[in-house]
């Protein structure tokens, strides 16, 4: 049976990646879900509705949790803590989102998730260098 090429090349790019580019996967995987969830508000019919929000929130709490139990809490120091407590606020906002169908909560981890991601990015670009 033939791969999908699509799915080798993903195989092959996260077999490959530092830890800095998953935790940078995870966190736009994260993104994606919680914006395919906003996007399910606009739904017409309220079960695809409410189908569409908990599915999609519920695949990003899960990056959430794998980014959380995957911290190294001993050589993490106060950054795996904070980072800790980030993930643990965003699951908990998450869920409140999710039983509310609160479009606002949502947007806000989208928000601090989009912020994350973005230092994760430029820590992954490394140091700068002055001209």
Do not use: C
């Not at 736009?28 to 189908?51: H, M, N, S, V, Y």
């Not at 990003?60 to 950054?79: C, K, R, S, W, Y």
């Not at 947007?107 to 230092?119: P, Y």
């Amino acid at each position: 049976m033939a791969r999908n090429p699509l799915f080798t090349y993903t195989k092959v790019s996260l077999e490959t990646a530092s830890q800095v580019q998953l935790v940078i996967k995870l966190y736009e995987g994260a993104i994606k879900f919680l914006e395919t969830a906003r996007a399910g508000f606009a739904e017409d019919d309220p079960i695809d509705r409410i189908q569409t929000i908990h599915n999609h929130i519920t695949k990003a709490q899960e990056i959430i949790h794998e980014l959380n139990i995957t911290l190294d809490m001993e050589q993490g120091g106060e950054m795996a803590t904070q980072l800790r407590e980030l993930y643990q606020y965003f699951d908990k906002r998450l869920f409140e989102a999710n039983m509310k169908k609160d479009i606002k909560i949502l947007e806000e981890v989208i928000e601090r998730l989009t912020t994350l991601l973005e230092a994760w990015e430029e820590i992954s670009q490394g140091p700068k260098q002055d001209d």
